[in-house]
C-alpha cells in the first residue's frame, strides 16, 4: 500500500466541522490505521514495514503504481478494530470512537441518509455515551468536542455549559456558533468556518 505525498500543504479553504474534523483538499489527512485490499487484515500503519520510498519527480514502477492507496475504515471496521488487540489504551480507544462519530457525520456532510436503522442508531449512541466519559476535562479542544457529543444527543443545555464554561477570547466566535445551533435545536454536525 502506499501514501501519497503532496508538494505543498495548506488549509487555503479547508472546512473545519463542530465535530472537531478538518477537511482541507490541500492538506490531506491520512488513516493512521487501515485494513489491507488483499487479505483484509487492519494494521496500524506506523507498524507496516516500509518496502521502498521515492522522490517526487523520479520515474515510479508501474507495480508500485498500481499500488493501492491507503484508506481510511468502515465504520464497521473501527468497531472491529476497537474490540480487538489493536485497542491497547485510552489513546487508541478515543481515536477509534472519535473517527466513528465522524464517520457517521461525514453521512451529514455528504448529505446521504445519516442513521439507516435502529441497529446504527445503538451504535451511534453507544459510541457517543463512551466518547462523552473519555474527553480529557483538562483538554480545552476535547471540551468542545465534548459539548458537540451533547448537542448531537440534543442536550442543549449541557452543550451550552460546557460551551460558556471556556474562558478564551479567540474561541467566543466558536461559541456563538454552538450556542446558535443549540437554540434552534440543530443536532447536526455544522460548519465552523
Known amino acids: 500500500m502506499k501514501k501519497p505525498g503532496w508538494l505543498s500543504g495548506n488549509t487555503f479553504g479547508a472546512k473545519i466541522y463542530s465535530d472537531g474534523k478538518q477537511v ?5 489527512n491520512f488513516p493512521q490505521i487501515t485494513k489491507c485490499k488483499k487479505c483484509n487484515n487492519i494494521f496500524w500503519v506506523k ?4 518496502i521502498g520510498e521515492f522522490e517526487w519527480g523520479n520515474k515510479i514502477s ?10 481510511f475504515l468502515s465504520i464497521e471496521d473501527y468497531h472491529f478494530a476497537l474490540n480487538s488487540v489493536l485497542t491497547i489504551d485510552k489513546n487508541h480507544e478515543l481515536y477509534f470512537r472519535k473517527n466513528i462519530w465522524w464517520s457517521f457525520n461525514d453521512r451529514q456532510r455528504n448529505d446521504l441518509s445519516f442513521l439507516n436503522n435502529d441497529e446504527e442508531r445503538q451504535q451511534w449512541f453507544e459510541n457517543l455515551k463512551k466518547l462523552c466519559e473519555l474527553f480529557d476535562e483538562n483538554n480545552t479542544e476535547q471540551q468542545i468536542m465534548k459539548a458537540e457529543v451533547y448537542r448531537n444527543l440534543g442536550r442543549f443545555d ?6 460558556n464554561s471556556i474562558s478564551i477570547p479567540e474561541l467566543d ?3 456563538e456558533k454552538y450556542i446558535k445551533a443549540c437554540d434552534e435545536q ?8
Open 158 to 163: 449541557e452543550c451550552k455549559i460546557i460551551i
Open 47 to 50: 507498524d507496516a514495514k516500509v
Open 62 to 71: 508501474q507495480e508500485w503504481e498500481a499500488a493501492p492507496e491507503l484508506g
Open 173 to 175: 466566535w466558536i461559541k
Open 24 to 28: 482541507a483538499e490541500m492538506l490531506p
Open 186 to 193: 440543530n443536532q447536526n454536525v455544522i460548519q465552523l468556518n
